[in-house]
């Protein structure tokens, strides 16, 4: 299961509609070892794509490096899908490359669902989790909107 403070989910939601027709794309990054989403990280779809989304390499190595430096990792790494329903694509399967990342896909045609998804992927099996949203963390943990 996904637990997600309901202000990074408002987060993903503005930006993918700020990026609509553009698939956006993302990560949030949280503690080692922790579960934890607290970092919204935006990131730019290179590909610039209404039906695909890749990161751009080298901002992509800037983040996971960053990650690495303050001790964190990619606990969601998310997308939007603006022309089909919010389930991973065959592309999307394959490059998934975080396997204890949860996948978080944000529909922005309405006619397919309006809540996000979260999916685990690992070795090409995708299992769809719940997602639990918070209006606040039990602990004194602050959230970060990185622009």
Known sequence: MLTIHTKLVEAMLAQAHRDHPIETCGVIAGPEGSNLPLRLIPMRNAAQSETFFKFDAQEQLRVWREME?????????????????????????????????????????????????????????VTEERVRMLNSYESNLELAMVA
Not at 80 to 106: K, L, M
């Open 69 to 125: 430096a303050r001790g964190e990792e990619p606990i969601v790494i998310y997308h939007s899908h603006t022309r089909t329903q919010a389930y991973p694509s065959r592309t999307d399967i394959q490059y998934a490359t975080e396997p204890r990342s949860h996948y978080v896909i944000i529909p922005t045609d309405y006619s397919y669902g309006e809540e996000i998804r979260s999916f685990r992927i690992c070795d090409g099996m």
